[in-house]
């Protein structure tokens, strides 16, 4: 079967691309922006890439489009499509029909975590012995690829809550019927396709509609969000986390090292190098989901001693002259508070400069504006790119006084971080894309 992805540079359609090249099938696809690890990973995986939506692909005949949802009504390519007749179908619903099927699938969802709770998981499985599949949206460290077939009939996915494509609206991930699912988070975010938190909280109570009785829901017992989706209607047995009468966290060394406990037991001590509560939250939460899986949780808590993240989570890009210089995917302000508070208690009293671009829907919507001032309380400095937003990012940023720069220029942006880091500074890159490629164009100024 020839497929052609509209979209695949998302890290999403991305994975689907690398699946479906290893099911043995002609992988074509088409995107607007390329940029790197996914990119990168695809032409790895010797598929062929086309720049842009013009109309003319059509020509290609595939045997179906499969439409990723940043693709709308008006993309010259999909606007032939429909003219033409041609057989489409949304990445979500190609994946439950072509690789979900028969499989015992672990979903992950959430507001935050998604992509680093995953990698855990599927790497506890595979420590396990159990061969799993994946698509995960980051290339998790200790596979170096964020999609797989797998061997064992296990199959773990991050689920996103994002919508499915322009003609389904649904969450992407009632399309997956889980037999494991976890339940890490839920705030309001996307609010370019969610009116508020209860229309988010009415999508997650789907998902759970679609786990079966045999199954086990891993939710976080700390949010009264997910008290109130799971008191909507629950068919499943549930174990929560976070919580005394659950899976709780013991106390946290200097080493950053911790004690997992089941119901007030202690099961074992994780060892790693990992910064942050929510990581430990993440760890225990795929513990549990793992157990399910039929990994033991002293096999489980080994696997963590040798986890090693994903790219774009704190990645480190560089070090120039005594300057650390990383990479996060942190976007929302809850994520980039967590995401700048792991690294304070990493470097202690060393500086932090934080600089963000505001690039998801709803920071650029200006729905978070105000909350971001605290979230980068523990920044020394933050350099904020201005472009393309459609608030005003000095008055929101106001609070902070001299701690906040603004810049609507990349390249003036870079030459003022240049300016500003001294040996021994750590800069903080937090974005959900490219961000114009500015980490190797500041360690190149550097």
């Known amino acids: 079967m020839h497929i052609h992805i509209l979209g695949i540079c998302g890290t999403f359609m991305g994975g689907i691309a690398v699946l479906a090249k290893q099911a043995g099938h002609k992988v074509t696809g088409c995107d607007a922006n390329v940029y790197p690890p996914m990119s990168t990973q695809l032409e790895a995986q010797g598929i062929a890439l086309t720049e842009g939506f013009d109309a003319a692909q059509a020509d290609m005949k595939p045997d179906v489009f499969v439409i990723g949802n940043v693709v709308s009504r008006g993309n010259p390519l999909m606007e032939e499509i429909l003219n033409r007749g041609a057989r489409y179908i949304s990445g979500p619903q190609w994946l439950a029909e072509n690789v979900l099927q028969n499989k015992w699938v672990l979903a992950v969802a959430g507001t935050h975590g998604k992509t680093t709770t995953s990698a855990m998981l599927a ?25 797989r077939e797998g061997k064992q009939g296990f199959f773990v996915i991050e689920a996103d809550e994002y919508d499915t494509a322009f003609f389904d609206k649904r969450s992407k991930f009632v399309h997956y019927r889980p037999r494991t699912a976890l339940l890490n988070n839920l705030e309001f975010d996307h609010a370019d396709i969610f009116h508020d938190l209860n229309a988010i909280e009415t999508q997650f109570h789907h998902l759970v509609r679609t786990i079966p009785g045999n199954g086990l829901i891993v939710a976080n017992g700390r949010e009264e969000s997910m008290k109130r989706v799971l008191s909507r209607g629950c068919w499943t047995p549930v174990e929560r986390f976070g919580v ?184 903080l890159i937090m974005s959900n894309g490219g961000f114009g490629g500015i980490h190797a164009k500041l360690l190149k100024a550097l």
């Open 123 to 147: 790497w506890i499985l595979e420590y396990g012995g159990l061969e799993p599949g994946f698509l995960i949206g980051g290339v998790p460290e200790n596979f170096s690829v964020s999609a």
């Open 244 to 427: 005394d009468e659950g899976w709780a966290l013991g106390e946290v060394a200097d080493d950053n090292s911790f004690d997992v406990l089941l119901n007030g037991e202690v099961q074992g001590r994780v060892r790693w190098e990992l910064l942050g509560e929510h990581n430990r939250l993440n760890a225990v939460a795929a513990l549990a989901a793992a157990r399910h899986a039929g990994v033991p949780v002293e096999t489980g808590i080994r696997a963590l001693a040798e986890f090693k993240s994903v790219k774009r989570r704190m990645e480190v890009r560089g070090v120039v002259n005594g300057i650390t210089v990383y990479d996060d995917f942190a976007h929302h302000p809850t994520a980039i508070a967590t995401t700048v508070e792991g690294l304070r208690r990493k470097v202690g009293n060393a500086r932090i400069i934080a600089v963000l671009e505001p690039r998801s829907n709803t920071m650029k919507m200006g729905v978070m504006k105000n909350e971001l001032p605290n979230s980068l309380r523990d920044a020394d400095m933050t350099f904020c790119y201005t472009a393309n937003l459609g608030w005003n990012a000095h008055e929101a940023l106001a609070p902070m006084g001299e701690k906040a720069a603004l810049f609507d220029d990349l390249d003036e942006l870079v030459q003022a971080i240049t300016e500003t880091v001294r040996s021994g500074d750590h800069v």
